[in-house]
């Protein structure tokens, strides 16, 4: 399958642990879990337990990859 087989996703080839290890280290838990109203982010998170349920809830994931797109979008804004 070639690169730019689907040019219109812009998490074509990006890993969830990737999206949610960027997050954690952007935005921290607490952030995360007033954005997107996940309560795993916010009751004792974890990487691995947190990385599970995006795997298992695809509303969840979603939600996450959402966040990360306008974390991406707001770094571009800011130049960081």
């Known amino acids: ?24 280290e952007n ?3 607490e952030e995360m ?3 997107t109203g996940i309560k ?3 009751n004792n998170p974890t990487y691995k337990s ?4 995006l795997r298992t ?8 990859e959402d966040l990360y797109l306008d974390w991406l979008e707001y770094k571009e804004l800011h130049n960081l």
Do not use: V
């Open 50 to 53: 947190s990385l599970k349920f």
């Open 40 to 42: 795993c982010f916010g």
């Open 33 to 35: 879990e007033k954005e």
């Open 57 to 64: 809830m695809p509303w969840a994931r979603k939600r996450t």
């Open 1 to 24: 399958m070639s690169s730019n087989s689907q040019p219109n996703n812009p998490l074509h080839g990006i890993k969830l642990a990737d999206i949610l290890t960027e997050l954690i």
């Open 27 to 29: 935005l921290g838990w």
